[in-house]
Antibody, heavy 126, light 110 residues
């Protein structure tokens, strides 16, 4: 089964960038569609973007386009989410989560998020 | 994409049933049978409870059920137990590989 382990908490100053990692075990990263979801303190979940296995592209929520970059290192089965030009409103817990998965050589398109990483708190403060 | 609309809070006594609504539009909830529900306890990651509107992952008690009518999806929890107290979030596919979550509902077991 898939397990996702994320990097530790970060504290950043406004205007800086942060890069959060998500290490996959139980599967290889190329067999998964990885997404990122964030949750500001006391607020709800917000989808940021994810990998579309049908088109082979990463799709970003409009709110984050131009500021977020999601990448993958298949040699280490680690996914990354980098958010730039940080502001105080970006203070949140960032989660990685998977949807679709390769089973017996073909993509199984799932429209739900499971499993999730444990979350990474990013604090933006001067 | 606007967040789906959920009630801020619901409550019920042990053994009772509660229903949490999730209202979207014809572009998300009403347009696809891809609504999922997540349970989140304080300080924990969300946990999948319902997918594809009404399907339960293995290990999720059958006290949890989902349904949809038009642009509104619902999560019903029957036989409430103390451990059901948590935040619940709905999520819907919104086309073109976009997803949208609801604002979350805090369930209190009285």
């Amino acid at each position: 089964q898939v397990q996702l382990v994320q990097s530790g908490a970060e504290v950043k100053k406004p205007g800086a960038s942060v890069k959060v990692s998500c290490k996959v075990s139980g599967y290889t990263l190329t067999e998964l569609s990885m997404h990122w979801v964030r949750q500001a303190p006391g607020k709800g979940l917000e989808w940021m973007g994810g990998f579309d296995p049908e088109d082979g592209e990463t799709i970003y929520a409009q709110k984050f386009q131009g500021r977020v970059t999601m990448t993958e290192d298949t040699s280490t089965d680690t996914a990354y989410m980098e958010l730039s030009s940080l502001r105080s409103e970006d203070t949140a817990v960032y989660y990685c989560a998977t949807t679709s998965v390769v089973i017996e050589g073909g993509w199984h398109f799932n429209n739900w998020f499971d499993p999730w990483g444990q979350g990474t708190l990013v604090t933006v403060s001067s | 994409q606007s967040a789906l609309t959920q009630p801020r809070s619901v409550s019920g006594s042990p053994g009772q049933s509660v229903t949490i609504s999730c209202t979207g539009t014809s572009s998300d909830v009403g347009g696809y049978n891809y609504v999922s529900w997540y349970q989140q306890h304080p300080g924990k990651a969300p946990k999948l409870m319902i997918y594809d509107v009404s399907k339960r992952p293995s290990g999720v008690p059958d006290r949890f059920s989902g349904s949809k009518s038009g642009n509104t999806a619902s999560l019903t929890i029957s036989g409430l137990q103390a451990e059901d107290e948590a935040d619940y979030y709905c999520c819907s596919y919104a086309g073109s590989y976009f997803w949208v979550f609801g604002g979350g509902t805090k369930l209190t077991v009285l």
